[in-house]
């Protein structure tokens, strides 16, 4: 039988605020435990939460980035349940009326199957602390300096029809919120946690198929993986004459297989209630647009301005628009060396090279976009070969310096003068009595696949500064020459 | 609407309270009667009202995104139980 995929994602967005949603406490992160947990963060008696007027900005930016609808009136509630690290029993959040109604976002896969997909809403909530389990005498150790951050949780309707458009989303959804600088995307560190919603059905059937929930997926390789997995469990049983169950299932990424996170299926129970402590937000039109007065331009807009602007090709314009710090970077060293599509080819290349290696954010870089500009201003006006940029590359990236401090201090500087450079392949020539006898023996039309060897020995002799172009001319010149 | 004694006890379970058996009816008629008020209530024809989300008739005030809050963990931790290596110690727990 034919199956057809259907997954909705829920991904939780950390806000990129100073302080926590309802407090004032810091919410940087890696600082010592509870050492940013306020007494309104550890739910003291007494303490009122007081609303952070920059988590609702940024939550309207999203809103306004994804095109949606923006709840003018937005209520806060009571979502109910017992662990140790939600120290009121509840977790603050929206339900009914959300800060962000209906949008969507148009996506493509690598492949290049287009879509859009339907954001049902998302809402404003607070984020739990961190229980760590390691052995502290069989006991459980609380960090809350997490508790009470700001998070903005995109709930999308069912419309993702493979892993692929799934880890799509998750991208372009990470390139929006961190262009608009409300969250800085780091996976690796939690601030962008994806919940994956999977079902099978027969293709053709309307009716959805039992789904299950894979929990905090940390990382767009692993969306594609964890709901690969689990898309064949659920094919595998079915096929199998079983039934999927609607559960919560985690996906382990060693051994690659998704299980089952509650031994006892148990309907959750919420309880949902407006909150007491907090009154409904208001906001009217002229706070919506001040603030679509401030956006940036969003990721599908530059994309398609590289494009026409740089003449990119749709994969480039899409790979360097997706991270800010990154299409950033590009623009200032197409604004440096005035040509962008070697630009496009360094960012892309040796400069993507060597953050992968390093593990590096192109925010870190150590070569900055000024330093990139100026090397390739170098091998367009033919000071340097691109072979020998890469090695000026290698020197700014490990040693620091502009492009021609180190082309002077490495004599890296290109040989153009004529004379110098006739007087190697002169060498060159008298030394090489055996290929001067082949090259006059060939045919003529084979001739010029045979300067290979010169070219090699002249570039052997000036380290590989002599101009490609000027050798290839004197030496076809003076060869010739010889078969006369 | 109606409880029952498996909805005494379901709702006792989820608000983490400890109920003696012998209670549970005696429980059960309370919150009945408390919901046949709801009934009562929801009787009522709304057709037009705004839900009213809170009895105060404000709206939420806003904070500007500014530390207010000083490291406070050592008076803070002075109340808890067991803390350790500046973590607060609980039952060990494992979803």
């Given at each position: 039988m034919e199956w057809e995929v259907v997954i909705g994602l829920e991904i939780h967005v950390q806000l990129a605020t100073k302080t926590k949603i309802f407090s004032g406490a810091s919410t940087a992160f890696g600082a010592e435990p509870n050492t940013q947990a306020c007494a309104v963060d550890l739910a003291l008696p007494g303490t009122l939460p007081v609303f952070n007027e920059n988590a609702l900005r940024m939550a309207v930016m999203f809103g306004l980035a994804v095109n949606a609808e923006i709840g003018k009136r937005s209520v806060f509630e009571r979502k109910n349940y017992f662990y140790p690290d939600l120290p009121k029993g509840y977790q603050t959040t929206q339900l009914a009326e959300p800060i962000v109604g209906p949008g969507f976002v148009d996506i493509e896969t690598d492949e290049g199957v287009q879509r859009r997909v339907r954001i049902h809403h998302a809402h404003l909530e607070e984020d739990a602390g961190k229980s760590l389990h390691e052995d502290f005498h069989g006991m459980s150790g609380i960090d809350l300096n997490r508790a009470g951050t700001p998070l903005v949780e995109i709930v999308s309707e069912p419309d993702m029809r493979s892993s692929k458009e799934a880890a799509a989303y998750a991208r372009k959804i990470h390139a929006i919120v961190t262009t608009l600088g409300i969250c800085d995307g780091n996976m690796a560190e939690g601030s962008m946690r994806c919940d994956c919603n999977v079902s099978v059905r027969p293709k053709g059937q309307e009716e959805l198929g039992t789904r299950t929930e894979l929990k905090n997926i940390n990382s767009f390789r692993f969306i594609e993986r964890a709901i690969d997995t689990e898309v064949a469990r659920q094919i595998d049983l079915i096929e199998d004459g079983g039934k999927v169950v609607q559960e919560t299932r985690l996906y382990d990424p060693d051994k690659n297989e998704t299980r089952s996170m509650r031994s006892k299926e148990e309907a959750n129970d919420y309880r949902y209630f407006p909150c007491p402590d907090l009154l409904p937000v208001i906001i009217d039109d002229s706070y919506i647009e001040a603030i679509r007065e401030t956006l940036p331009e969003l990721p599908d807009a530059r994309r398609d301005r590289f494009m026409s602007?740089?003449?990119?090709s749709e994969y480039d314009a899409g790979v360097l628009s997706a991270y800010r710090p990154q299409a950033d970077y590009y623009e200032q060293v197409v604004k440096q060396s005035g040509d962008a599509k070697l630009a496009a080819n360094w960012v892309m290349g040796e400069l993507a090279k060597f953050l992968n290696q390093n593990d590096t954010d192109i925010k870190d870089s150590p070569v900055s976009a000024e330093q990139l500009g100026g090397l390739l201003v170098r091998i367009k006006d033919n000071t340097i070969s691109g072979n020998i940029a890469k090695k000026v590359f290698e020197i700014m990236w490990s040693k620091g310096g502009s492009a021609d401090e180190i082309i002077e201090a490495e004599g890296l500087k290109q040989v153009t003068d004529t004379g110098a450079i006739e007087k190697i392949v002169d060498e060159v020539i008298a030394n090489a009595d055996k290929q001067v006898e082949q090259y006059k023996a060939a045919e003529p039309d084979k001739r010029g696949k045979m300067i290979g060897f010169f070219m090699g020995q002249v570039m052997k002799a000036t380290g590989g500064k002599a101009n490609p172009g000027a050798v290839t001319g004197i030496l076809k010149q003076k060869l010739d020459a010889l078969c006369d | 609407m109606s409880l029952d004694r498996s909805d005494v006890e379901q709702i006792a379970h989820l608000a983490r309270l400890q109920i003696d058996a012998a209670d549970i009816d005696s429980y059960g008629q309370s919150l009945n009667s408390i919901l046949s008020l709801v009934d009562q209530m929801q009787a009522?024809?709304?057709?037009?009202v705004e839900p009213l989300a809170h009895p105060l008739d404000a709206v939420q005030r806003l904070r500007a995104d500014e530390v207010t809050e000083s490291n406070q963990r050592e008076v803070l931790q002075s109340v808890a139980p067991a803390t350790e290596e500046g973590l607060f110690l609980v039952p060990k727990v494992i979803e």
């Open positions: 602007e740089y003449s990119l | 009522t024809n709304t057709e037009g």
